[in-house]
């Protein structure tokens, strides 16, 4: 293995000694710690934590900050994930110690704040979606869907229906749909799409019957797509008795232009994470409040935040409440992010974001499809997938076009999903982004698409000018190495030399793949 | 709109790109009946005015910022070194997506390996995943993951676990038809060990035990690894991690899997969120782990390069047949703990640990002191303790909030047999004149 100075870890530029904070040392008890605690209940062997000083660890995490793509440095066409700019207001006020310093089981009167920012992002909520009540407990979109179908449980078991247990998914739909079902016992159906990307209307009949639990549905869909069907839809899903979920992954179409409360579902869940702007940090926190109509009300988690007067409290005696999803009331830091993002915009500034990001999607489709042809060639929403599978035949999967758009500085869009497309790309501007970088990004694609007839290998192999080139991801998973001492372990075996600099020597690890 | 970059001239020009007249024929797929309904959110506000605004409205609330908290109980007040929000500020890590293209995300890809890696070191574990939501969901899907690997259907859980934890539990158990039931606590705060004898049956599939507990009482949990395996069940151990540096972790107890709540590594206590829930496991576990796993490789010049690996065990590969519909977590509060680690080091992991140990006694033994007010001067503990009052809690709130003393969690309403009694926790964020300042406080209520 090859290991550039800028890609050691931390532990492997540790020496012993040095240490990056100082604590205070007085002690009071004038007692030594060995004595305070019994000696069974002692830790035997130290943590062997790295050991750095200040400035080599802010060293060593700016520079690997550096190897990443981010929404501040980069264009994310990111089919269903709504990479659009996090504004620094919404970062400001969550790092107010105002806000950052309260403690969750502080007395309701001393925390009137934040449960006041609770109570009002709800309102704004609910307005949103025309849905009756939400719980912002929920720490994720996927928990979200998690309560959700909670709920549904709970609703058909509270009604004597408990027999109800097939979830009807879309083909079409994300992941986490069919895993959340499925983490419930439930038995996932597919329902399969129509040649318009559509929810087939006869296969949702041939579906539906006296088991029906629920059916989950993306609208617009995955495909980008709003359901023209949707009334149909939800009336034929209530008409067996079943519920309507809305997964809240592609909400950024909808503001202010049609409510899932309208449309008849009973359930949807919000990604803050997309729609409202709190940033993706790598990975999360997100947060995914849920909204109900009034009849799953009694379910909702505990607790939900009620206004007396001017007085704001948590309410906890909910009888028929699915119980607590998470240790206290969410992810508060993300809910006050949100509540700032929509007291900027407002409702007239709402509704431009999905005007814009429905422009900008429609502007890139239409410019791309001479290039690649799009899935469905009818005006989108937020989001439009195009597939690459002419591609294939000169050996160029929608993956390698994805990697290639990484050295013209782009973020790669969704690859390989919907899995109803081949080869499918699926892109999604936002509206934070401008005419000039979308003109900029429909070049680089009629570029690379010049580069796939002329020169394959520089796309198959691409990206090129990254600070790796294609890692083996199936080395990863047969012979995984998820700690440094996985690493300290397979090195020694190896004869190596314990993570020194080693740029000369051949890749080893590569003999077990 | 400040963040939306087109004008109207761009919007034009797109349009007739688009092929359309007006934006409108774009909606030509939305049924009319859901168009026109125009939203009304709370008005627009200026970022001068909304500032002003937010400021306002975080007067009316109690923080470190104008009180000396005295709370704990599964979210606590630490130092936080100025380097870590500066680096999480770095926009580069908080506005990056998950790192699904690992040629354009090595920084958190490296970043969540070595997290990993401080997790596994510091529970003394085999592996780590990248987070969870908190540390109640972590247990919950340990719970879970512990009922699949035995194929059994009932999770013990001692009832001095934090009781928010237990009832999220609760609700994942519920949810997919698995039983809890409880083992109880002793009158020094440590579990109760008959109990836990009879009802360590071979329906049991894992036993929950949380140590320092919510009490504050570190238990002695010497042989119960063995007996739970012994049963076939596998041992799920609750840590703070803070408390790591001193305290004898989960990998030396033979647990099995290690949850807890990382807030305490770097991140403030947010009136409850975001947190981290951290989750380590044995070797024989590392392919049934919810969550994102970061993995160490090669790319195809050699050179070292990270991954998220086991993705087979992922919802969006796996749908239906996942292990967990988990995919966003808590990178950045991981980064946030993974710095705040990498800070300390070795050394300072223990040091912070012997700090608390040393507020919490000494506060322990001055309020013992106090007329009217009793405490268990033997139970171990790490930087909490249960206070008992010979007068309502509330009595106490009400003269010492007003002073901006918040005295600490009231136990009546997690146990109601614990009357008068409340939870005080201590850190390294107290100096001895607030510690005085709170016991004179304290026995003026007399």
Redesign the interface.
């Known amino acids: 293995m090859l290991i550039d100075p800028e890609s050691k870890l931390s532990f492997e530029k540790s020496r012993p000694g040095r240490h990056g904070a100082k604590l205070p040392k007085s002690h009071f008890t004038k007692k030594s710690a060995s004595s305070l605690i019994p000696e069974p209940l002692r830790r035997r062997r130290p943590a062997e934590l790295p050991e750095l000083t200040e400035p080599e660890v802010v060293r060593h995490f700016v520079n690997l900050s550096k190897k990443n793509f981010s929404i501040d440095t980069h264009f994310y066409p990111l089919g269903s994930c709504s990479m659009k700019y996090n504004p620094k207001v919404n970062e400001w006020a969550a790092a107010e110690p105002s806000f950052a310093g309260v403690h969750p089981l502080q007395p309701e009167e001393t925390a009137q704040g934040w449960l006041r920012i609770c109570y009002e992002l709800e309102q704004d909520l609910k307005e949103i979606t025309g849905m009756d009540r939400f719980t912002l407990q929920p720490a994720a979109g996927a928990q979200g869907e998690l309560c959700g179908m909670m709920m549904v449980r709970a609703y058909h078991a509270s009604r004597g229906e408990p027999n109800r247990r097939k979830v009807l998914v879309p083909d079409s739909s994300h992941g986490t749909n069919p895993a959340t079902a499925a983490f419930l016992g439930y038995e996932v159906v597919e329902v399969k799409s129509n040649t318009r990307g559509r929810v087939d209307l006869g296969s949702l009949r041939r579906s539906l019957g006296s088991q029906t639990a629920c059916l989950m549905l993306t609208n617009p869909n995955t495909l980008g797509l709003f359901e023209e069907d949707i009334l149909q839809i939800t009336e034929m899903v209530h008409k067996a008795g079943g519920l309507l979920y809305y997964d809240g992954a592609n909400f950024n179409a909808l503001l202010g232009i049609a409510r899932p409360g309208d449309m008849g579902f009973d359930i949807v869940h919000l990604n803050l994470h997309k729609t409202f702007t709190t940033p993706h940090g790598g990975g999360g926190p997100g947060a995914g409040p849920v909204g109900v109509k009034e009849r799953l009300v009694p379910f909702l988690p505990i607790p939900l935040v009620e206004k007396c007067g001017d007085r704001f409290s948590f309410d906890l005696n909910r009888p028929q409440t699915i119980g607590r999803l998470k240790s206290f009331h969410g992810q508060a830091g993300m809910l006050l992010r949100a509540y700032v993002y929509i007291r900027t915009l407002g409702s007239a500034g709402l509704k431009q974001v999905s005007e814009d990001a429905i422009l900008n999607a429609n502007y890139l489709k239409e410019r791309l499809k001479d290039i690649l042809p799009v899935a469905v060639d009818e005006p989108c929403m937020h989001e439009f997938v195009l597939s690459a599978k002419a591609a294939k035949e000169k050996g160029i999967h929608a993956l390698d076009i994805g990697k290639r758009l990484l050295d013209y500085g782009f973020h790669a869009p969704t690859v390989h999903f919907p899995l109803v497309v081949p080869e499918a790309l699926m892109i999604e501007p936002t509206e934070t982004e401008s005419k000039e970088t979308l003109d900029r990004f429909i070049e680089a694609l009629t570029q690379i698409a010049r580069e796939i007839d002329e020169n394959p290998d520089l796309v198959r192999n691409a990206p090129h000018s990254l600070p790796i080139r294609r890692p083996d991801e199936v080395l990863a998973a047969r012979h995984p190495i998820l700690t440094y001492r996985d690493w300290l372990r397979e090195s020694t075996q190896q004869g190596g030399t314990k993570g020194e600099f080693e740029s000369k020597e051949e890749p080893r690890l590569s003999f077990r793949s | ?1 400040h ?4 004008t109207e001239e ?2 034009r ?3 007739e ?4 007249r007006s ?1 409108k ?7 009319t ?3 026109g ?9 200026s ?1 001068l005015e ?2 002003r ?3 306002r ?11 000396l ?1 005295f ?1 704990g ?3 606590y ?1 630490h ?1 936080i ?1 100025t ?1 870590v ?3 999480l ?20 890809l ?5 997290y ?3 997790i ?3 529970t ?1 574990m ?3 995943n ?2 969870h ?5 972590s247990l919950a899907e340990a719970g879970l993951l512990a009922l699949r690997h035995t194929g059994r259907r009932k999770v013990l859980v001692a009832r001095s676990v ?1 009781p ?2 237990r ?2 539990l ?2 994942y158990l ?4 698995f039983a809890l039931e409880e083992i109880g606590f002793d009158a020094d705060g440590q579990f109760g060990r008959d109990e836990f004898q009879d009802i360590l049956t071979e329906e049991v599939g894992a036993v929950v035990f949380q140590t320092p507990n919510f009490l504050g009482v ?1 238990e ?1 949990l ?1 042989g119960v690894a063995d007996q739970v395996h012994a049963k076939g069940a596998l041992s799920i151990l609750i840590t703070n991690p803070i408390s ?6 989960p990998g ?1 107890w033979g647990a099995d899997l290690a949850v807890g ?1 990382g807030q305490v590594l770097g991140i ?8 981290l829930g951290y989750f380590a496991a044995t070797g024989e576990l ?1 392919r049934k782990i919810p969550g ?16 998220l ?4 065990r ?9 292990s ?10 991981a ?1 946030a703990a993974c ?1 705040y ?15 608390n ?3 919490a ?2 506060l322990r ?1 001055e309020i013992g002191r106090l007329k009217g007010f009793q405490v268990d001067p033997r139970a ?1 503990i ?1 930087n909490e303790f249960v206070v008992r009052a010979d007068r309502p809690f509330a009595e106490i ?1 009400s003269r010492l ?1 007003p002073r901006g003393i ?1 005295p600490g ?1 009231d136990l009546v309403s997690f146990y109601p047999e614990m009357k008068g009694a409340f939870l005080v926790c201590a850190t ?1 964020t107290k ?2 004149e607030d ?1 005085d300042r709170f016991v004179k406080e304290l026995s003026s209520t007399g």
């Open positions: 709109m963040y939306h970059p087109l761009d919007r020009e797109m349009l790109a688009i092929g359309v934006f024929d774009l909606l030509a797929g939305i049924p009946k859901l168009r309904r125009e939203i009304s959110v709370a008005e627009s506000a970022e909304l500032r605004e937010i400021t409205i975080g007067q009316t609330n109690l923080s470190t910022q104008n009180a908290s709370l109980g599964g979210s007040d130092f070194p380097s929000p500066q680096i500020s770095r926009n580069e890590f908080y506005t990056a997506y998950t790192p699904y293209q690992p040629e354009a995300s090595q920084g958190t490296q970043a969540m390996f070595e990993q890696s401080l596994a070191e510091l003394g085999a592996v780590s990248a987070s939501y908190d540390g109640a969901t934090h928010h934890y009832e999220v609760r609700t519920e949810a997919a038809d570190v002695d010497q790591l540096g001193v305290l004898r972790p030396e709540e403030p206590t947010n009136f409850g969120g975001p947190y590392m994102r796993l970061a993995g160490m490789t090669i790319d195809r010049e050699g050179k070292r390069a990270f991954v690996t086991l993705q087979a992922e919802q969006h590969i796996r749908r239906e047949r996942a967990s519909n988990i995919c966003t977590n808590e990178g950045l509060c980064l710095l680690l990498t800070l300390l080091g070795k050394e300072g992991i223990r040091e912070v640990g012997e700090i140990l040393d507020r006694h000494y033994d171990p790490f709130c909030i918040l969690i390294e100096t001895k510690l």
